[in-house]
C-alpha cells in the first residue's frame, strides 16, 4: 500500500521531537482511515465545511488542525473539537476563536502566522503586527486561547537558500516572541512551518510541527 510506504519513508527522516500534521485537503475519508490505521494521528484541513464533515465521519481520537486561512464567522463549526488553529493572522480573529472556546468550555490552541516568503500573500502578519498583538489589553484579556507558536509559509520555489533564509527568520522571531512575551512559559513551544518539499530543511532550521501532505498521500488532483 503507497500510503503504508510514504509514511515509513517519511518517518525515517523525521526525528521523534518533531511533530507530523497530515494534510488531507481533497483526500477522502478512506485515505485518511488508512494514513491513521498506520499511525498517523493528526490530520490538518483547510477548508471548515471538508473538515467538519470529516471530522464527523471518522474516528474521534483524531486531532484536527486548521491550518488555511479562517474566516471568523466560521469559528463556531470548528470551536468544539479543533486540536489547533494554525493560521492566526489578526486580534479580531483571535478575539472571535476566544468568545467561541469559552462558549465551549475550552481553551485552544492558536499560532501566529507569520508572512515570510517573498511573493505576496494576503495572509500572515509582520513581527511588529504580532508585537502589536501581544502587547494589547484586549489580547491580554483574552483567557480561553492559549497562543502555542509561530506558523509560516517559505516562498514557493528551487532556490533552498532562499527558503532556508526565510525558516531561519522565522526561527528568530519565535525566539524573540518568546523571549519578550512567554519568558518560561512552556505553552508557546510550537514552530509550524516546512511542507512536503522543504521540510528538512524546516527542521534543520528548528521545526517542531511540519505539515506534510503530497507526500503522504500523493498529488493533490
Ligand atoms: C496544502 C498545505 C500544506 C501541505 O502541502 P504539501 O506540499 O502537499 O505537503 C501545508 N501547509 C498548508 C498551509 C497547506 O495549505
Not at 507530523?20 to 477548508?47: C, M, P, Q
Not at 515570510?116 to 494576503?122: H, L, P
Request: hydrophobic residues 45%; contains cysteine.
Amino acid at each position: 500500500m503507497q500510503i503504508e510506504e510514504n509514511i515509513h519513508r517519511l518517518r525515517q527522516s523525521v526525528p521523534a521531537h518533531v511533530s507530523i500534521v497530515a494534510v488531507s485537503k481533497t483526500v477522502s475519508e478512506t485515505h485518511i482511515l488508512d494514513a491513521y490505521r498506520f499511525g498517523l494521528k493528526a490530520f490538518g484541513e483547510n477548508r471548515v465545511q471538508e473538515l467538519i464533515k470529516k471530522q464527523a465521519n471518522l474516528p474521534g481520537e483524531i486531532e484536527w488542525h486548521m491550518i488555511g486561512h479562517l474566516q471568523s464567522n466560521k469559528v463556531k463549526y470548528i470551536a468544539p473539537f479543533i486540536t489547533m488553529i494554525h493560521a492566526v493572522d489578526n486580534l479580531k480573529l483571535l478575539s472571535v476563536i476566544n468568545q467561541e472556546a469559552l462558549k465551549n468550555n475550552r481553551i485552544i490552541p492558536c499560532l501566529l502566522q507569520i508572512r515570510i516568503a517573498k511573493e505576496e500573500t494576503k495572509f500572515g502578519m509582520n513581527l511588529e503586527d504580532a508585537n502589536n498583538v501581544l502587547s494589547s489589553a484586549a489580547f491580554q484579556a483574552m483567557k480561553n486561547i492559549n497562543v502555542a507558536g509561530l506558523m509560516g509559509m517559505a516562498t514557493f520555489t528551487q532556490d533552498t537558500s532562499l527558503i532556508r533564509s526565510e525558516f531561519r527568520y522565522l526561527a528568530e522571531c519565535f525566539k524573540q516572541i518568546k523571549a519578550d512575551y512567554f519568558g518560561n512559559d512552556e505553552s508557546f513551544c510550537e514552530l509550524s512551518m516546512g511542507m512536503s518539499s522543504d521540510y528538512t530543511i524546516a527542521i534543520e532550521e528548528g521545526a517542531t510541527l511540519i505539515r506534510i501532505g503530497s507526500f503522504i498521500f500523493g498529488a493533490r488532483t
